[in-house]
């Protein structure tokens, strides 16, 4: 199945299964799933997302783009409009270096987790390449197992995972995560 709109339909029946929202078959590890595609097929999986919002479903999903999200604690911590002025004056790498070490994966962590609505029953996280630098799926993922452990989360991950290691693009350097699981 290397279609990607076979792939998304395949993940939109998927995701409304008893069996996927409760986790069962995986022995009881962590219900978190790996969606991965080719970094091509970003803008359909984008509208794939989008589209998923706002249709009948036979759970709810609560989507959170990760570059929204971003945006959001900025504007929480009021340095938003100050960061182009940051990055002009200061340069790109200080700009990520300080970022990075404010915004962390418990700071991302957190927001999705207040901002997560009870009557949801999957969390689908997307915008993972437009966060890279700033954030690393493996480690915002480590962060959310904790108290998100009864919910499933898939990821929409431009890149591969190959059950140890992620990797953003098909080209970064390869992160370890072990805890999640492919899904189609």
């Known amino acids: ?3 990607i709109t076979e792939r998304l ?7 409304q299964e008893d069996d996927f929202l409760q986790g069962k078959g995986l ?7 790996m969606f991965c595609y080719s970094p091509k097929d970003e803008m359909a999986v984008r509208s794939f997302a989008e589209r998923l919002e706002n249709e009948q479903l036979k759970c709810n999903v609560q989507i959170v783009d990760l570059y929204e999200t971003f945006l959001s604690i900025c504007e ?5 409009e100050g960061i182009p002025e940051m990055e002009q004056d200061d340069g790109k790498e200080f700009l990520e270096e300080q970022l990075t070490n404010t915004i962390d994966a418990k700071v991302f962590s957190e927001k999705i987790i207040s901002n997560f609505s009870s009557d949801k029953d999957l969390l689908m996280i997307t915008g993972v390449g437009k966060v890279f630098p700033f954030m690393r799926v493996h480690a915002l ?5 904790e ?4 919910k499933p989360i898939v990821v929409l991950y431009p890149g591969t995972f190959d059950g140890h ?3 953003l693009f098909n080209q970064l350097k390869s992160n370890e995560y072990y805890r999640a699981f492919n899904m189609i």
Request: no cysteine; charged share 30%; net charge negative.
């Open 141 to 145: 993922l480590n962060a959310l197992q």
């Open 76 to 80: 929480d911590m009021d340095i938003l």
């Open 165 to 167: 290691y992620v990797k």
């Open 147 to 150: 108290d998100m452990n009864d």
């Open 9 to 15: 339909d395949h993940l939109k029946k998927t995701i």
């Open 27 to 33: 022995s009881n590890e962590v219900n978190i799933r």
């Open 1 to 3: 199945m290397s279609d």
